[in-house]
Nanobody, 124 residues
């Protein structure tokens, strides 16, 4: 089992930036694909971005393309989500997730390990 701990959330004005980090520990056999999801109040958890083990493949949901960048440092067992040009619609709890799969999936059930989440708030 892998343990995931997110950090870097906070309150930022519209147009600002944040960088989320996700540190992994434990068994790394389940960290082939890493992903970021988010959940706003009253809404379902949605996929934001995913990255392959090598970092050579990435995938983004349409609403964050061109604004968010996912990356990973396997030497540090850490995944990052650089978020630029934030807007109020980005307000949510952001979760890091790990999957044993080798193909990026947008489905939460394909990810076996989850962090506790970090709040991102962009006031209107």
């Amino acid at each position: 089992q892998v343990q995931l701990v997110e950090s870097g959330g906070g309150l930022v004005q519209a147009g600002g930036s944040l960088r989320l980090s996700c540190a992994a520990s434990g068994s790394f056999s389940g960290t082939n694909v890493m992903g970021w999801f988010r959940q706003a109040p009253g809404k379902e958890r949605e996929f934001v971005s995913g990255i392959s083990r090598s970092g050579g493949s990435t995938y983004y949901t349409d609403s964050v393309k061109g604004r968010f960048t996912i990356s990973r440092d396997n030497a540090r067992n850490t995944v990052y989500l650089q978020m630029n040009s934030l807007n109020p619609e980005d307000t949510a709890v952001y979760y890091c997730a790990a999957s044993k799969r080798f193909v990026i999936s947008t489905t939460p059930s394909q990810f076996g390990s989850w962090g506790q989440g970090t709040q991102v708030t962009v006031p209107a």
